[in-house]
Structure formats: C-alpha cells, structure tokens
C-alpha cells in the first residue's frame, strides 16, 4: 500500500499508477451532480466558484446521516459517469484527484493526462468502512442541497485504488 497526502503534491501523482492501493490522508472535498452542475454553471457564466479547486481532491459521495456519537454516516462512492459533463472544467482549473467508483469518458481522461490529474476509485459497497476513515466533516456551501452539497472531509487512510493514471493508464481497459 502506498501512502497518499491530500492535498497531493504533483510527485505524488507521478508515482502513482494504475493498480496500486493507497491509503489516502488529508482533507479533500465532496461534490456530487447537483454541485457540479451548481460549479459548472458559474463557471459558464464567467463566475468564481465557490472553492479553489487548483491542487485539490474531489470525493463524489453522498453520505448517508451520522448517527449520534458518529462524524458521519455510511459515505460510499457515487458512479463518476454523472460527472463527466463538467470534470474537464475543473481539470482545467487545476483539480488534480477525483474518487468515485465506475468507469469514465474519453475526455476526461484526455483531460486528467493534459492537467497530470489521477482518478483513483472507493470499493463500492464499503461506505462503513470508508465512513472509519473519516474523522471531521466541515459543511462548505449548497447546503440546500443536503447530502449532495459540498463538504470538506479530513480523512485518514482512507482507503483506495488508482483507477486511471496521469498517464491514462485505466484499471477498466486490461
């Protein structure tokens, strides 16, 4: 198992590879299709969004409510597929880790080689055992959105997989 830091520095990312186990540390941030398309629309229309994206790790997940006593509930990987429409536009921005579960498109992973960006993958059906991992949740904006607003995770060997690669090397293409 190899041993990450968020937020990841790029020697990380170029040390990584498609296949290897990780165990992720740090703080990242959570974002599932009704906050990608909230993000995707300001930056359409020329707006700032409402987290610095540039270095950072984005966790489609939508967590299930804690329990008393507990940081949070069950918080499983969402299908990436949904995201696809706008991971470009942050890729761009300078987004460099997405964690969710499922393959992804072509232009995404044009785009994660041209910005050295990796898309590592949670084991579906885990959600318990990733909630373990988590020991602070902070709610960062679109809380209208309820478990599909944003968050900021603090995460301590977290669990994961390096799906595709900043080389485009893809788990899902052997």
């Not at 229309?45 to 994206?53: A, Q, T």
């Not at 579906?124 to 599909?148: F, H, M, P, Q, W």
């Amino acid at each position: 198992m190899k041993k990450i830091t968020f937020p990841i520095t790029d020697e990380q990312i170029s040390s990584l590879r498609c296949g290897d186990r990780v165990l992720a540390t740090g703080y990242l941030y959570t974002a599932r299709d009704a906050a990608h398309k909230r993000m995707y629309d300001l930056l359409q229309s020329g707006e700032s969004l409402p987290i610095d994206v540039k270095g950072q790790t984005i966790y489609y997940v939508g967590a299930a409510p804690a329990k008393p006593g507990s940081v949070i509930g069950p918080c499983g990987p969402t299908s990436s597929y949904r995201m696809d429409k706008y991971a470009p536009s942050l890729l761009d921005l300078g987004l460099k880790v997405m964690i969710g579960k499922g393959a992804r498109g072509d232009e995404v992973i044009e785009s994660m080689i041209r910005n050295r960006a990796v898309y590592l993958i949670a084991v579906g059906g885990a959600a318990a055992l990733i909630a373990g991992s988590i020991r602070k949740v902070d709610l960062i904006c679109y809380e209208d959105l309820g478990t599909e607003a944003i968050y900021r995770y603090e995460v301590e060997d977290m669990p994961l997989i390096v799906a595709i690669d900043s080389e485009g090397n893809n788990i899902y293409v052997r």
